[in-house]
């Protein structure tokens, strides 16, 4: 007897509320195995944007954003 065949005879003497906690199990494992698309980055999303940010360009607008940031707070 093979895996699937001891599985179909253990299934099929289980109660039907065990029977769908079976397949929602075989579900959950089918759906890990799936394949994932990988994250892309950030620079990799915005490649096709032709867009080409420098570092200094970044602290500039870090500058100016937190420029007029109080500085009093306690």
Known sequence: MNIEQ???EKLRHLP???QQQLLDFAEFLSQRMSVKT???SVRGVCADLKV???E???SQARQEMWNNFPRDII
């Open 52 to 54: 080409d940010i420098s």
């Open 6 to 8: 001891s599985v179909l």
């Open 16 to 18: 039907v509320d065990k």
């Open 56 to 58: 200094e360009d970044i």
């Open 38 to 40: 990988p994250l892309r």
